[in-house]
C-alpha cells in the first residue's frame, strides 16, 4: 500500500564551509520552498529542505544524502573556488553524480557555478546553472536562481508523474524529463497595453530562459481554424492572463480563462490596469495576481516566476493524488486549487454520481465559503485533502 506520508520531493543544498555566501543563498531558496506557496498541496510546512554545509564528526567531507527517503531528490551544489579546490569534497559531489544518474530523472544534482572555472574539477560544465554569467545584482541573482531550480523541479515531478502513469517509462523517459512547461499569454488586442506586454513577455521567454511560450495567431498552424486551436492549447499550458483595461470585454479573453479554469490549468494573473474598467470578470479571483509594473518596472522575472510555483505546486498535487488512486472512493473528485462556483461546472449529473466528493488542497475553506455551497449545491461534499484523509466524509 501507498505511503502517502512519504515526501514527494527534498531537496538538498550542498556548499563549502568557507563559502561565507553559502548560508544566505541557501536560506533564500529554504525560505521559498518552506513557505506557506508550498503548504497546501504538500502538507506540513512545505517542501523538505535540508542542508549539506559542514564536515561530519571525525571525517573530511559531509553526512552522505540518502536518495531513498523521498520519491524525487533535488541536490542543489553551490560550486565555488572553495570547494573546487577540496578534493574531500569534490569526492562527495563526483559520488553524488554518479549515485543520482544511476537513479534515473527523479535524482538530479543541479551545480550551481558560482565562481568561474570551478566546474572542471566536478566534470559536470553542461549540467551548471551559471550563476558566474548572470551579470545582474545579488537579489536578482538569487530570484533568478529560485525560478530556473522551480523549473527543473517541475521536470522531476512530470517524469515521476509518468512513472506512476506508466512504469515501463525507461524508453520515453528523457522525452518526459525534458519536455518544456509552455506558456499560454492571454491577452486583449484592442487596447495597445495588452498586445505590447503580450510581446514583451513572449520576447523575454524566447531569450533562452528554458520555457516554451504560445502567443496567439503567431503559433497556430496554417491551415487549422484559430478558435480550436486556441482553446484546445489552453488545457495544456499554463496561462498568464495579461488584465489590462479591455480584457474582461473581451469574449475571447473570458472564454480562455473559462477554459483554464474548467481544465484545471495553473493560472496567474498580471495586473496591468494603467486607469480602469467597467465591470470585472469575476473568474478572475481565487489565483495569484501580480502587479506587472512596480515603480515603473515591468516584473516579467516575478510573473513567470509565480507562474512556475503554481505549475510545480500542480505537479506536487497531480503525484499525490496518483499515489492516492489505490485508496480513493469513487466519489472522489480532485481539484488542484480551492473550489469555486466553477469547480461545480464538470460535476457529473446528479444521479450519475451520489455525494460526489471534492477534494482540494489545504487548508480547508472559510464558513462562509462553505456555506454558500452548501446552499447552491447540497449534495456536494467539500473535504481538503487531510480531511478526505482523516476519513471526514458523509
Not at 219 to 227: C, E, M, Q, Y
Not at 294 to 319: A, M, Q, S, T, Y
Request: charged share 25%; aromatic share 8%; glycine share 6%.
Amino acid at each position: 500500500m501507498t505511503d502517502l506520508s512519504r515526501p514527494l520531493l527534498v531537496l538538498y543544498i550542498v556548499w563549502h564551509p568557507d563559502f561565507d555566501d553559502g548560508i544566505e543563498i541557501a536560506n533564500i531558496l529554504r525560505d521559498h520552498f518552506r513557505r506557506k506557496l508550498y503548504e497546501n498541496v504538500t502538507g506540513g510546512t512545505g517542501l523538505s529542505v535540508i542542508y549539506r554545509f559542514a564536515a561530519a564528526p571525525g571525517a573530511a567531507m559531509p553526512l552522505p544524502i540518502d536518495l531513498t527517503e523521498a520519491e524525487t531528490t533535488a541536490v542543489v551544489v553551490l560550486a565555488d573556488r572553495h570547494l573546487a579546490a577540496d578534493a574531500a569534497w569534490t569526492g562527495y559531489v563526483r559520488e553524488l553524480v554518479e549515485r543520482t544518474e544511476a537513479e534515473g530523472f527523479g535524482k538530479r544534482v543541479f551545480p550551481v557555478a558560482i565562481d568561474a572555472d570551478v566546474l572542471g574539477a566536478l566534470g559536470i560544465e553542461e549540467q551548471a546553472l551559471r550563476w558566474d554569467l548572470w551579470a545582474t545584482a545579488r537579489n536578482e541573482r538569487c530570484a533568478r536562481l529560485t525560478w530556473e531550480l522551480t523549473h527543473e523541479f517541475c521536470r522531476i515531478l512530470r517524469y515521476f508523474l509518468e512513472q506512476l502513469k506508466r512504469p515501463d517509462l525507461d524508453a520515453d523517459g528523457l522525452a518526459a524529463y525534458l519536455k518544456k512547461v509552455q506558456v499560454f499569454l492571454s491577452h486583449s488586442k484592442h487596447d495597445e497595453d495588452g498586445v505590447r506586454i503580450a510581446r514583451s513577455i513572449r520576447d523575454w521567454l524566447h531569450t533562452g530562459h528554458g520555457v516554451a511560450s504560445f502567443f496567439d495567431v503567431h503559433d497556430i498552424p496554417a491551415g487549422l481554424r484559430f478558435n480550436k486551436v486556441l482553446l484546445q492549447q489552453v488545457r495544456v499550458s499554463a496561462m498568464v492572463a495579461i488584465h489590462t483595461d479591455s480584457y474582461s470585454s473581451r469574449e475571447w479573453c473570458r472564454r480562455e480563462i473559462i477554459e483554464a479554469k474548467r481544465h484545471d490549468v495553473p493560472l496567474v494573473v498580471a495586473d496591468s490596469i494603467s486607469d480602469r474598467e467597467e465591470r470585472g470578470f469575476p473568474y478572475l479571483g481565487n489565483v495569484p495576481v501580480v502587479r506587472f509594473v512596480h515603480n515603473g518596472v515591468p516584473r516579467i522575472e516575478v510573473v513567470i516566476g509565480r507562474l512556475l510555483d503554481e505549475v510545480l505546486k500542480d505537479f506536487l498535487w497531480r503525484c499525490r493524488v496518483q499515489l492516492s488512486i489505490d485508496t480513493v472512493d469513487p466519489r472522489v473528485i480532485f481539484i488542484p486549487r480551492t473550489p469555486e462556483l466553477i469547480s461545480l461546472a464538470n460535476l457529473p449529473k446528479e444521479g450519475d454520481l451520489p455525494l460526489p466528493i471534492l477534494v482540494y488542497p489545504d487548508p480547508p475553506i472559510s464558513a462562509e465559503e462553505e456555506l454558500l455551497f452548501s446552499e447552491i449545491a447540497p449534495r456536494v461534499q467539500l473535504r481538503s485533502f487531510t480531511e478526505w484523509m482523516s476519513g471526514a466524509i458523509r
